[in-house]
């Protein structure tokens, strides 16, 4: 199993940015698919999560600023990062629980990062 995240880089305070996620590999299901980030000096912290149903949660600190959103059939997350702060600069995983093998066993797999930097 794989996940492929794409779409960091860097942005000016206040404007926006895309991140996506594609999980492949041998996939039988996915429950929950998202993203955590750690920023320089920091822990790692929940940015936001998304079910196979399409309900969603967010950490604190992105909450009304970012959207998660998922394609089921494509096994891919999006996540819209807008209004950014210089303190969302941190590298963004992309993170899915899924069963590999088949027999219902799910367990969680991590990308290996995007770098989002937030600076004038």
């Known amino acids: 199993v794989q996940l492929q995240a794409s779409g960091g880089g860097l942005v000016q305070p206040g404007g926006s940015l895309r991140l996506s996620c594609a999980a492949s590999?041998?996939?039988?299901?996915?429950?929950?698919m998202g993203w955590d980030r750690q920023g320089s000096g920091k822990t790692r912290e929940l940015v936001a999560t998304?079910?196979?149903?399409?309900?969603?949660l967010y950490g604190d600190s992105v909450t009304g600023r970012f959207t998660i959103s998922r394609d089921n059939a494509k096994n891919t997350i999006d996540l819209v990062m807008n209004s950014l702060k210089s303190e969302d600069t941190a590298i963004y995983y992309c993170?899915?629980?899924?069963?590999?093998?088949?027999?219902?066993?799910?367990?969680?797999?991590w990308g290996r990062g995007t770098q989002v930097t937030v600076s004038s």
């Open positions: 993170n899915a629980n899924i069963d590999s093998s088949g027999r219902n066993y799910y367990t969680y797999h």
């Open positions: 998304i079910t196979r149903e399409g309900n969603s």
């Open positions: 590999g041998s996939i039988f299901g996915i429950k929950n």
